[in-house]
């Protein structure tokens, strides 16, 4: 059990850290406010952490990264129709982050589902 709760803390914790990153490129590549936009891609990437990390989904690590990021990034990319950045790249970087989120757990902390 204690490796399943550190694994939701890491997730956890590396969702916040993309969503800072996000939030920042938004800010300064977009011209995205950090109020309202940039702090709901801060939660949003949060909780994508915390759902990877408690998702007893089984497949592999890289499939199951993925998978929550297209699920997070398509709710999040039609939030952003009309707006910048374009929602495409809402959807690919989301992809990119739940990819990121599950192998750095996965395989630099050894923290597997």
């Known amino acids: 059990m204690a490796s399943k709760s550190s694994r939701i803390i890491i997730t ?3 969702g916040l850290v993309f969503g800072v990153i996000c939030m920042l ?15 709901s891609f801060l ?10 990390g408690t998702s007893s989904l089984r497949m592999h690590w890289a499939v199951h990264g993925v998978f929550w990021g297209a699920v997070f990034g398509v709710f999040l990319a039609i939030s952003c ?4 950045p374009e929602p495409w790249e809402i959807f690919i970087f989301v992809l990119i982050w739940g990819f990121l989120i599950e192998t750095l757990t996965s395989k630099v902390f050894k923290r597997p589902q």
């Open 25 to 39: 490129l938004a800010r300064f590549m977009a011209d995205v406010a950090f109020w309202p936009i940039g702090i």
């Open 12 to 14: 956890t914790i590396l």
């Open 43 to 52: 939660l949003h990437h949060t909780v994508l952490g915390l759902v990877i």
């Open 81 to 84: 129709v009309g707006a910048a």
